[in-house]
């Protein structure tokens, strides 16, 4: 069974930072792309950054470019998004999803609110 | 960035009757590999979106045959042959061929 728990959200200041991390399980992570999309509660989905299966492309939205870094540990089985410089747009639960082109697994999701 | 127009945005619909929600991109889905990567998510409430449809038309593992999708180049659908209630939430479609990957703004199903 494909699992995806992700884990580091939190209460962060504006300019502030926080490392998002997804540990997979139940699927042979190194052979799958990976990708991050985000919901504002209440609001729709945005895809957010996505990064091969070795990790040497990645991909990320413009509103998120330069300030967030994907990452991935296949040795961990492990996601990670790097997010520096926090907005209060950032603010949102951020979703682990497996593959780039058809999304087929989600995570439960972590809760990232940026607020002073 | 491809622009992906769902409609419409509110879906009342009475119990066992069909549904139809439409995906409209600003471009063609169809990818250099000959694959048109345009997915169907739900998302009832309080959970994490669930795929249902990829490819266009390739129904997922699990996923009821009342839910069917359909389409080629810019223009989609997802069918709902008889709602029940567990039907009930928002709909996104998504497009996987062209970075930025975008999803369209979602179509909110209810019972009336």
């Known amino acids: 069974e494909v699992q995806l728990l992700e884990s580091g959200g939190g209460l962060v200041q504006p300019g502030g930072s926080l490392r998002l991390s997804c540990a997979a399980s139940g699927f042979t992570f190194s052979t799958y792309g990976m990708s991050w999309v985000r919901q504002d509660p209440g609001k729709g989905l945005e895809w957010v950054s996505s990064?091969?299966?070795?990790?040497?492309?990645?991909y990320y939205a413009d509103s998120v470019k330069g300030r967030f870094t994907i990452s991935r540990d296949n040795s961990k089985n492990t996601l990670y998004l790097q997010m520096n410089s926090l907005r209060a747009d950032d603010t949102a639960v951020y979703y682990c999803?497996?593959?780039?082109?058809?999304?087929?697994?989600w995570g439960q999701g972590t809760l990232v609110t940026v607020s002073s | 960035d491809v622009v992906m127009t769902q409609s419409p945005l509110s879906l009342p619909v009475t119990l066992g009757q069909p549904a139809s929600i439409s995906c409209r991109s600003s471009?063609?889905?169809?990818?250099?590999?000959?694959?048109?990567?345009l997915n169907w998510f739900q998302q009832r409430p309080g959970q994490s979106p669930r795929r249902l449809i990829y490819k266009v038309s390739n129904r997922d593992s699990g996923v009821p045959d009342r839910f069917s999708g359909s389409g080629s180049g810019t223009d989609f659908t997802l069918k709902i042959s008889r709602v029940e209630a567990e039907d009930v939430g928002v709909y996104y479609c998504?497009?996987?061929?062209?970075?930025?990957?975008?999803f369209g703004g979602g179509t909110k199903v209810e019972i009336k």
């Open positions: 990064i091969s299966d070795s990790g040497s492309l990645t």
């Open positions: 999803a497996k593959a780039w082109s058809s999304i087929d697994y």
């Open positions: 998504m497009q996987g061929t062209h970075w930025p990957r975008t």
């Open positions: 471009q063609s889905l169809v990818h250099s590999d000959g694959n048109t990567y």
